[in-house]
């Protein structure tokens, strides 16, 4: 091992009683890149053994280029675990690359986790048509309370104020959220389309 090399060594150490038994740290001596690896803190992540060499270092600098000394945050999959992996390049006095410190952290545990609450997360729902059955029972659904809502009154005789409390009401509940609601409550108010539009944009303070 490089004697440069050795003053990385407790920093391999605190950086995997830092962040646990799911962080590993190698420490890389590239003068004999086959044989590079001259010190592991905790290898119970990918399993990386002294003596060995480079793996995955080397591909994740040419994926992301090295314009600083260091690559950070590439995922690889190793022994069915999601690994996700950044390296430090260590240099000499003069600046030459002499090896480097790399972490790896097992994000297993932490992808289940997501992936566990992402369950109780809305989802995005299928659209439904209204020939769909589903769907045709919301319409039915949402035609019954516009029923509702104006049963026991005269519709003809509801003055201007009357019938945009009455258009207030259904946009609260969601009435106009259904495809094709504007036509059928014009039909039960005895107005056009454009009428029931221009008390949708007064209630909803848009004139």
Do not use: W
């Not at 001259?38 to 992540?45: E, F, I």
């Not at 994926?63 to 000394?69: A, C, I, N, W």
């Amino acid at each position: 091992m490089n004697p440069k090399l050795k003053a990385y060594i407790p920093m391999a150490d605190m950086l995997a009683d830092t962040f646990g038994e799911e962080c590993e740290v190698v420490l890389h001596d590239i003068a004999d890149p086959e044989h590079s690896v001259v010190y592991v803190a905790n290898g119970t992540v990918t399993g990386r053994k002294i003596g060995q060499g480079f793996e995955h270092f080397v591909k994740t600098a040419i994926t992301q280029g090295v314009e600083m000394d260091y690559v950070a945050n590439d995922f690889f999959q190793k022994n069915g675990k999601l690994v996700r992996t950044s390296s430090s390049l260590i240099r000499d006095d003069a600046g030459k690359l002499i090896g480097a410190l790399c972490i790896n952290l097992d994000m297993t545990h932490i992808q289940k986790q997501a992936a566990y609450l992402q369950n109780f997360l809305p989802k995005p729902k299928p659209m439904t048509t209204h020939s769909d059955g589903k769907g045709k029972r919301v319409e039915e659904m949402v035609l019954a309370l516009v029923d509702n809502i104006l049963a026991g009154c005269d519709v003809t005789a509801l003055s201007r104020d009357e019938r945009i409390e009455k258009i207030r009401f259904m946009d609260s509940r969601g009435i106009f959220q259904m495809k094709g609601s504007i036509d059928q409550v014009a039909e039960r108010l005895g107005i056009n389309r454009v009428t029931v539009y221009s008390y949708l944009d007064e209630v909803r303070g848009k004139r």
